[in-house]
């Protein structure tokens, strides 16, 4: 009874370790880890419907001159573009992808993407 307690408990760290190892090695397990990671956790909506991925997600920036604004933006479009890359490329169950990216609160971009 003694050996197999230590069996399981051995294999359930093993197992969580292995785990750790391959979401640090930066593999998503998911569209939503997929997208939290892209953007950094800014996160504020995320929502799959109907084959619709709907994210708003925050830009970071230093302030509210126009410098951060536009890297904000620029930054932003970055984000979306590998967002698309990464849907493509692992085949996720999405046709479309509403992104509304904001600073500050105010609607910076907002892009539909259609899937093919």
Known sequence: MKLTLEITLVSLIA?????FVYRMLGKPLGLHHTV????????DVYRVKDGILTIRAEAEGWDGTGWSQSNAQRDGLRKINKLYAAVVMEKYLVKQIDVTVTYYGNKQIEQTLYIK
Do not use: G
């Open 36 to 43: 939290t990671r892209i953007f950094d956790d800014h996160i």
């Open 15 to 19: 197992l969580s370790c292995a785990f």
